[in-house]
């Protein structure tokens, strides 16, 4: 069990050190994630999140910004440049509303988080116009940021709070193999996108066991 909530104190090498375990874990997941999208999309989603996170560590690495708000702005901002198709900006909007929902604050606290998340995820529906059950990332997003917000309002320490996010996620992720997709190009397969895992709910998950990752060693 980690320290009260609102013990821990997010610094800038927080966020960088998520974004860099986010990269390495997309990476080795990077076939995968690929083979999902062959499945129902167009076979490139680990091929692109590949690329467009090892940009975002690259441009951490030569920008170095100076808050938690500015290192996520970045990594969105990059993001949108660098992912094709729907991905980037879906990811790029996420990462850069929860950068502009931590503010100009040089740290943060897990409760700040959590709302950063949540905000995150508010960004992610009115871009792709998804709720939960239309088997896209937000079945893997939204349930991370309940439990997040969960874990924040009962006190629970950092690790344990976004382990139950990471948790949530992958659950989602999970949860996505039996639907029909409703969003995306694997809505035009209608009930052949049954049975299939989605892949942006799977590197969702990926990311978010990356932050809970990074916590565990915060």
Same mark, same amino acid.
């Given at each position: 069990?980690?320290? &009260?909530? =609102? ?13 860099e375990e986010a990269a390495r874990s997309v990476r080795a997941e990077r076939d995968e ?18 690329? !467009? ?13 100076? *808050?938690? =708000? ?13 992912? @094709?198709?729907?991905? @980037?900006?879906?990811? =790029? *909007?996420?990462?850069r509303e929860a950068g502009k929902a931590l503010g100009d604050a040089p740290a943060v ?8 998340? *949540? ?7 009115? %871009? =792709?116009?998804?709720?939960? !059950?239309?088997?896209t990332m937000v079945d893997a997003l939204a349930p991370a940021a309940g439990a997040l917000?969960?874990?924040?309002? &009962? @006190?629970?320490? %950092? ?18 193999? +039996? ?10 397969? !209608? +009930? ?27």
């Open positions: 069990m980690g320290a &009260e909530v =609102g013990a821990e104190v997010l610094t800038p090498a927080f966020f960088g050190a998520w974004i994630l690929t083979r999902l999208d062959a499945a129902i999309g167009d076979a490139d989603h680990g091929t692109n999140l590949d690329r !467009g996170f090892t940009e975002a560590v690259r441009a951490l690495g030569e920008r170095c910004p100076a *808050t938690p =708000g500015a290192v996520l702005v970045l990594v969105g901002s990059t993001l949108i440049r660098k992912v @094709g198709g729907a991905s @980037g900006p879906l990811y =790029g *909007t996420a990462f606290s897990a409760a700040d988080l959590a709302a950063a998340l *949540t905000a995150g995820v508010a960004g992610v529906r009115r %871009l =792709g116009s998804a709720a939960e !059950g239309d088997k917000a969960e874990a924040v309002r &009962e @006190g629970r320490g %950092l690790d344990d709070a976004l382990g139950a996010a990471s948790a949530a996620a992958a659950a989602g992720a999970a949860a996505t193999i +039996p639907m029909p997709a409703r969003k995306g190009r694997a809505s035009y397969l !209608g +009930p052949r996108s049954v049975g299939h895992q989605d892949p942006g709910a799977t590197s969702a998950a990926l990311i978010l066991r990356a932050l809970h990752t990074v916590a565990a060693r915060w």
